[in-house]
T-cell receptor, first 116, second 117 residues
Framework: SAVISQKPSRDICQRGTSLTIQCQVD?????MFWYRQQPGQSLTLIAT?????????ESGFVIDKFPISRPNLTFSTLTVSNMSPEDSSIYLC?????????????FGPGTRLTVT | AQKVTQAQTEISVVEKEDVTLDCVYE???????LFWYKQPPSGELVFLIR??????QNEISGRYSWNFQKSTSSFNFTITASQVVDSAVYFC??????????????FGSGTQLTVLP
């Protein structure tokens, strides 16, 4: 398993500003992911972040809006840039542990973002 | 393309009743993984189980059991003798391992389970 922490746990931000969310894992992991969960909705993958390479973004998400850093094997950040009320969501960090058929995927506690 | 369908949006049961949450999936991958997660009101996502596509044995863990039927592309989740603490949103998810879909979890829309005292 993996213990994942996120900072901040929640924030209220004004439109036009940016927020950086931090994700810390208690062990070294290769694969880290960032998901968004809009109110009352399911989870949508924003991007996959591997250490030492550029993040891979899913359709509908762009680097200018959601820049990601992955400086080492236990840490990543997601920035939500130039925020609008539509960005109000829970943002979750996720990691994959193990390998092959023993791999599992765990999620952090999430960051609740409200944009006014 | 992958798809996960959880047709039950909301379910309410009375404590001690058994309840089954349905999950139907679509994938072109011959090998894939299926997951169930629990999201209580606090918001964190709790990993419950991972099932590999080549392992069709059903699994039981305490009051939880899972029925994987590859022939019908279903991976249903049963809670026996439900408790109020089981109230949460439950998500079924799928991950294929072919090129292009590797490691991307596709989530269903979730089922809100409410267990009444």
């Amino acid at each position: 398993s993996a213990v994942i922490s996120q900072k901040p746990s929640r924030d209220i931000c004004q439109r036009g500003t940016s927020l950086t969310i931090q994700c810390q894992v208690d062990s070294q992991v290769t694969m880290m992911f960032w998901y968004r969960q809009q109110p009352g909705q399911s989870l949508t993958l924003i991007a996959t972040a591997n250490q030492g390479s550029e993040a891979t973004y899913e359709s509908g998400f762009v680097i200018d809006k959601f820049p990601i850093s992955r400086p080492n094997l236990t840490f990543s950040t997601l920035t939500v840039s130039n925020m609008s009320p539509e960005d109000s969501s829970i943002y979750l960090c996720s990691v994959e542990t193990g390998a092959g058929f023993r791999s599992e995927q765990y999620f952090g506690p999430g960051t609740r973002l409200t944009v006014t | 393309a992958q798809k996960v369908t959880q047709a039950q949006t909301e379910i309410s049961v009375v404590e001690k009743e058994d309840v089954t949450l349905d999950c139907v999936y679509e994938t072109r991958d011959t090998t894939y993984y299926l997951f169930w997660y629990k999201q209580p009101p606090s918001g964190e996502l709790v990993f419950l189980i991972r099932r590999n596509s080549f392992d069709e044995q059903n699994e039981i863990s305490g009051r939880y059991s899972w029925n994987f039927q590859k022939s019908t592309s279903s991976f249903n989740f049963t809670i026996t003798a439900s408790q109020v603490v089981d109230s949460a949103v439950y998500f079924c998810a799928l991950r294929g391992i072919s090129s292009g879909s590797a490691r991307q979890l596709t989530f269903g829309s979730g089922t809100q389970l409410t267990v009444l005292p």
